[in-house]
């Protein structure tokens, strides 16, 4: 069963506009979720993760994601996106306790227009 | 530099071959992992190791082997390569085995003919 889904594979913006990139989890706790991203030609790189607490997080590069446990989701948020933020995005949920075993979402190829 | 690092860049190989990917990360990690990614960008945990001890083993073909030397190093063997072996190869460490953040490598893409 998928745990992961981001219903938008690709997403288009214009620079400086306001960006949403959707993830929704299948889980009955509270789990570990992260948001990496993957520029072109790269590795991985987190951007931020969820455990407990606030349900707001914030990452780097002016990305925040909220948690809702009610919605399942932890949405991916920036104010106003850059055309360096061209790339693939990736929600991500923590399985297997204490193994580091990650299940990825497909992700979201983002696409900024200059 | 501290990183994760993968060679070789580009591999193409054809049906049946042997092959050998390397990953080596000084960040110090105690964990290392490898993530098929095909070709539609999905990435899926195929092995992780602690200190050299195997810790995640999943429902890989046995043709994919990982070999660790040392906490530094982990390296995939694929013994008879297939088609549907094509791909990127993404090695990953973290300094634990727990939730967490992992450091990816750039990749090893693999391309079967």
């Known amino acids: 069963a998928q745990s992961v889904t981001q219903p938008d594979a690709r997403v288009t913006v214009s620079e400086g506009a306001s960006l949403q990139l959707r993830c929704k989890y299948s889980?009955?706790?509270?789990?570990?979720l992260f948001w990496y991203v993957q520029y072109p030609r790269q590795g991985l790189q987190l951007l931020l993760k969820?455990?407990?607490?606030?349900?707001v997080v914030q990452g780097v590069n002016g990305f925040e994601a909220e948690f809702s446990k009610s919605n399942s989701s932890f949405h991916l948020r920036k104010a106003s996106v850059h055309w360096s933020d061209s790339a693939v995005y990736f929600c991500?949920?923590?399985?297997?306790?204490?193994?580091?075993?990650?299940?990825f979402g497909h992700g979201t190829i983002l696409r900024v227009h200059p | 530099e501290t990183a994760v690092f993968q060679t070789p860049n580009y591999h193409v190989t054809q049906v049946g071959n042997e092959v050998s990917f390397n990953c080596k990360q000084t960040?110090?990690?105690?964990?290392m992992y490898w993530y098929k990614q095909d070709s539609k960008k999905l990435l899926k945990i195929m092995f992780s190791?602690?200190?050299?001890?195997?810790?995640v083993n999943e429902t890989v073909p046995r043709r994919f082997s990982p070999q660790s030397s040392d906490k530094a190093h982990l390296n995939l063997r694929i013994k008879s390569v297939e088609p549907e072996d094509s791909a990127v190869y993404l090695c990953?460490?973290?300094?634990?085995?727990?939730?967490?953040?992992?450091?990816f490598g750039p990749g090893t893409r693999l391309l079967v003919l």
């Open positions: 991500v949920r923590g399985t297997g306790a204490n193994t580091g075993k990650l299940t």
């Open positions: 969820y455990y407990s607490g606030d349900p």
């Open positions: 889980y009955s706790g509270t789990p570990y």
């Open positions: 990953a460490s973290s300094p634990w085995g727990g939730w967490d953040t992992q450091y």
């Open positions: 190791y602690n200190n050299k001890q195997l810790i």
């Open positions: 960040l110090g990690h105690d964990t």
